[in-house]
């Protein structure tokens, strides 16, 4: 069974404070690493899509990277508009037709 | 263009009540997966559609079922409410094959059993 696991569960951040958010993944053959983010109510926003380990992916305060065993998504000088849950998920092995999520981190910025 | 749209947003039901929840995918998309939300279990895989055809299947009772229509929509259907049926349901569309393209998600239908 896949298994994903998000670190920390919840972030306090002052605005510009820059941090990392851990995504660590048992899987056999993965076939794709994916960020989402998703504010209160509404569903997950497509982020990056990670295959293989060394890749970087970039967007805006938000950079992702990938490793053999993990992923993390670092955000610099953020801003409170960054404030959100950011879901890792992964597609792997004979479940690829299918994301297999990790609970989230929620992420709190302050002005 | 426009994204996933699903609908209803929100619903009240009673339990033993069925409820129908619908998908509109990205145009273009022909794939299209759904997904339950809930706070104790996270983000869970229901069931995905492509050409009309149910092609995986999470593991989730036989009250949940769906289907999806010549022009892509999908409609998941929910038979004998329980409680522990309350979540966030999330349809997701990708262009071909989810194990290959990238799913985009809806904004979702949240559920209420009373």
């Known amino acids: 069974e896949d298994q994903v696991t998000q670190s920390p569960e919840a972030l306090r951040l002052q605005e510009g404070e820059s941090s990392s958010l851990n995504c660590s993944y048992t899987?056999?053959?993965?076939?794709?690493l994916f960020w989402y983010r998703q504010d209160p109510g509404k569903g997950p926003e497509f982020l990056f899509t990670?295959?293989?380990a060394g890749e970087e992916k970039e967007k805006e305060r938000l950079k992702a990277t990938l490793t053999k065993k993990e992923s993390f998504l670092h955000i610099t000088a953020p801003k409170p508009e960054d404030s959100a849950t950011y879901l890792c998920?992964?597609?792997?092995?004979?479940?690829?037709?299918?994301?297999?999520f990790g609970a989230g981190t929620t992420v709190t910025v302050r002005a | 263009k426009a994204g996933v749209t699903q609908t209803p947003r929100y619903l009240i039901k009673t339990r033993g009540q069925q409820v129908t929840l619908s998908c509109s995918p990205i145009?273009?998309?022909?794939?299209v997966s759904w997904y339950q939300q809930t706070p104790g279990q996270g983000l869970q895989f229901l069931f995905e559609?492509?050409?009309?055809?149910?092609?995986n299947k999470g593991n989730f009772p036989g009250r949940f079922s769906g289907r999806q229509f010549s022009n892509s929509r999908s409609e998941m259907n929910v038979s004998t409410l329980e409680l522990g049926d309350s979540a966030l349901y999330l349809c997701?569309?990708?262009?071909?094959?989810?194990?290959?393209?990238?799913?985009?998600f809806g904004p979702g239908t949240r559920l209420t059993v009373l």
């Open positions: 990670l295959y293989s």
């Open positions: 559609y492509f050409s009309e055809t149910q092609r």
């Open positions: 998920a992964v597609r792997a092995g004979s479940n690829d037709y299918k994301l297999s």
């Open positions: 145009s273009g998309h022909r794939s």
């Open positions: 997701a569309s990708s262009q071909d094959r989810p194990s290959t393209d990238t799913q985009y």
């Open positions: 899987v056999s053959g993965l076939r794709g």
